[in-house]
């Protein structure tokens, strides 16, 4: 299927990366974002701004949304004035916010009635992932429309994958966010003792990044956190609601998994720090304050 027209919703860190690669591949994009000044920079590349979803999936071959949170989605999708209100026959939508299976499951049923196809496809890479094209993408839903987008998830990331059904590209997301809420607290607790001991954290991360104890969070996420950088690349408010998500789909399974909600926790603590802004990167200052109760 060729594509021609694009709606895209949802111009926050991640998003507005995702859809600049769109723009610069040639694509004309209709876009809508809750903040206007926040599409400014897509504005400005040659995005037309829209007053709503509807209006953003109006004429648009495929929709994409790239929003905050569950009840987002469901708002800016199903909602008076969402993208089902306007969407014709044949359109595709593909939702890439980390959201509920169950709600990809329900939209997806929504939309068949209306002749719109759709993907779930959360991603995993941050804001470096997405500037840089390279992220993960994780998809479900039928095999034929994961086919006719995969041109256009090339231009966002590198590891594509049709993972399932509708909601399969949801639970594949949350097994990532479980293991990167275990590691997170690993190379948390790994500087602070680093720092601890009088170290260098950048020197050791120098040397532990490139063994057994490699990974992406110590590499990127550790390097911000020596120098004391805790910009949002991935907002500790959208952790909190991803574990959240992630610990419902368990106790619904009778899955117990009791790392995750150890530090899901931890991240909880940290929102009611008033860190829920920062990102994933700032359980350091959490640990650290608990620590410097704890030896006062």
Same mark, same amino acid.
């Given at each position: 299927? &060729?594509?021609?027209?694009?709606?895209?919703?949802?111009?926050?860190?991640?998003? @507005?990366?995702?859809?600049?690669?769109?723009?610069?591949?040639?694509?004309?994009?209709? %876009?809508?974002?809750?903040?206007?000044?926040?599409?400014?920079?897509?504005?400005?590349?040659?995005?037309?701004?829209?007053?709503?979803?509807?209006? !953003?999936?109006?004429?648009?071959?495929?929709?994409?949304?790239?929003?905050?949170?569950?009840?987002?989605?469901?708002?800016?999708?199903?909602?008076?004035?969402?993208?089902?209100? @306007?969407?014709?026959?044949?359109?595709?939508?593909?939702?890439?916010?980390?959201?509920?299976?169950?709600?990809?499951?329900?939209?997806? !049923?929504?939309?068949?009635?209306?002749?719109?196809? =759709?993907?779930?496809?959360?991603?995993?890479?941050?804001?470096?992932? !997405?500037?840089?094209?390279?992220?993960? %993408?994780?998809?479900?839903?039928?095999?034929?429309?994961?086919?006719?987008?995969?041109?256009?998830?090339?231009?966002?990331?590198?590891? %594509?994958?049709?993972?399932?059904?509708?909601?399969?590209?949801?639970?594949?997301?949350?097994?990532?966010?479980?293991?990167?809420?275990?590691?997170? %607290?690993?190379?948390?607790? &790994?500087?602070?003792?680093?720092?601890?001991?009088?170290?260098?954290? &950048?020197?050791?991360?120098?040397?532990?990044?490139?063994?057994?104890? &490699? =990974?992406?969070?110590?590499?990127?996420?550790?390097?911000?956190?020596?120098?004391?950088?805790?910009?949002?690349?991935?907002?500790?408010?959208?952790?909190?609601?991803?574990?959240?998500?992630?610990?419902?789909?368990?106790?619904?399974?009778?899955? =117990?998994?009791?790392?995750?909600?150890?530090?899901?926790?931890?991240?909880?603590?940290?929102?009611?720090?008033?860190?829920?802004? =920062?990102?994933?990167?700032?359980?350091?200052?959490?640990?650290?304050?608990?620590?410097?109760?704890?030896?006062?």
């Amino acid at each position: 299927m &060729s594509f021609k027209t694009i709606g895209w919703i949802g111009t926050g860190v991640m998003g @507005s990366s995702m859809c600049s690669h769109l723009l610069d591949a040639g694509y004309q994009v209709r %876009i809508f974002n809750r903040s206007k000044e926040k599409a400014a920079g897509l504005l400005a590349k040659g995005a037309r701004w829209c007053q709503g979803p509807a209006e !953003a999936a109006q004429n648009s071959q495929i929709v994409f949304t790239m929003v905050g949170y569950p009840k987002d989605v469901e708002q800016v999708v199903l909602g008076p004035g969402g993208v089902l209100e @306007s969407a014709a026959k044949g359109t595709i939508l593909v939702d890439m916010t980390t959201s509920s299976p169950g709600l990809a499951e329900k939209i997806n !049923a929504r939309a068949a009635t209306a002749g719109v196809a =759709c993907l779930d496809a959360p991603v995993s890479g941050g804001d470096t992932g !997405a500037r840089q094209a390279s992220l993960s %993408i994780m998809a479900g839903g039928r095999k034929d429309v994961f086919e006719s987008v995969l041109p256009l998830f090339k231009l966002m990331g590198r590891n %594509i994958r049709l993972m399932g059904g509708p909601g399969a590209g949801q639970h594949t997301k949350m097994s990532n966010q479980i293991l990167i809420a275990g590691t997170m %607290i690993g190379v948390v607790e &790994s500087l602070l003792y680093a720092a601890k001991t009088g170290l260098d954290t &950048s020197a050791v991360i120098d040397v532990i990044g490139q063994g057994a104890a &490699s =990974c992406w969070s110590i590499n990127n996420l550790g390097r911000r956190i020596a120098i004391n950088d805790f910009e949002p690349g991935f907002y500790i408010k959208h952790f909190v609601k991803d574990m959240g998500i992630a610990l419902e789909e368990a106790r619904r399974m009778n899955l =117990c998994l009791p790392g995750l909600a150890l530090v899901n926790q931890f991240y909880i603590a940290a929102r009611a720090m008033g860190l829920g802004d =920062c990102g994933t990167q700032a359980l350091y200052k959490v640990l650290a304050r608990l620590n410097s109760a704890g030896s006062a």
